[in-house]
């Protein structure tokens, strides 16, 4: 997995990282490639123990005492001070939120349930408003920031997806409105990869392929262009607050 991460600089050292889902996929790749340039990270999990002890072991192998594990069901916002509580007291501070964590299938409308729309609004918009309230009180301490993963979807609906889409459409509109009121002390903006990664239960190539003809750069991406995405605004863009970067080939352009 360390192809994935860049050191090129340290920059962000002594600095502490909560990223939700990251331990696999784009939010492992997040937390290497934020650990190779100095951050220390929590990597939080749901369910992917076994992932999220095989990375924290990566990056403390590299740098000691630079990661750990914490599990919560984020889908609880009742359990999210608590989550942020423990990683102030491993921590003692904390300068980066990432909400990256996101359930994704489909619900067609003859077939979506309450607790269909209860898991996906959970993870994708609530989750990330209430961890970002409850993290808040220390990102302003350290003049921090958050970064929401949305999803280019989020402004052009999928098929069969009435209930996904919305909700990253929200956290969207969510990223904007916390830009607005955390301003000044903490920047707020959000990162809308297009296709990244196949999902984890498959796809038919055939919807692959249609896919990819969408894409001007003629290719998908990678989990590091998220990555890079996520550090170009931590530690490059100190004017940048509100914003949602679209990282998709150019799919978004002309589709």
């Not at 970002?132 to 989020?154: C, E, W």
């Not at 190539?205 to 590091?224: C, H, M, N, T, Y």
Request: glycine share 8%.
């Amino acid at each position: 997995m360390n192809s994935t991460a860049q050191s090129d600089s340290s920059d962000l050292n002594e600095q502490w990282a909560l990223i939700t889902g990251a331990a696999k996929r784009v939010g492992a790749s997040i937390a290497q490639t934020l650990h190779a340039n100095g951050a220390n990270i929590a990597v939080h999990y749901g369910s992917s123990s076994a992932d999220a002890d095989a990375l924290v072991d990566e990056l403390n192998n590299t740098r000691a005492d630079s990661a750990f594990a914490i599990q919560a069901d984020i889908r609880d916002s009742s359990a999210l001070p608590a989550l942020v509580a423990n990683v102030i007291q491993h921590s003692g501070r904390l300068d980066i939120l990432i909400n990256n964590a996101s359930t994704f299938y489909p619900t067609p409308l003859d077939e979506v349930t309450e607790a269909d729309w209860d898991d996906l609004l959970g993870t994708n918009l609530k989750a990330p408003l209430f961890l970002s309230q409850a993290a808040a009180p220390h990102l302003r301490k350290t003049g921090g920031q958050i970064i929401n993963i949305v999803d280019i979807h989020a402004r052009r609906p999928l098929k069969n997806h009435p209930v996904y889409g919305p909700a990253k459409a929200g956290l969207e509109m969510l990223t904007r409105s916390l830009a607005k009121d955390l301003a000044p002390e903490i920047r707020v903006n959000g990162i809308s990869p297009g296709a990244i990664l196949w999902p984890e239960d498959g796809m038919p190539d055939s919807a692959k392929a249609s896919i990819v003809k969408q894409i001007p750069l003629g290719r998908v991406g990678e989990p590091a262009d998220i990555a890079r995405t996520a550090l170009f605004l931590i530690k490059d863009a100190p004017y940048i607050t509100g914003h949602v970067i679209a990282v998709d080939g150019g799919r978004s352009v002309g589709w």
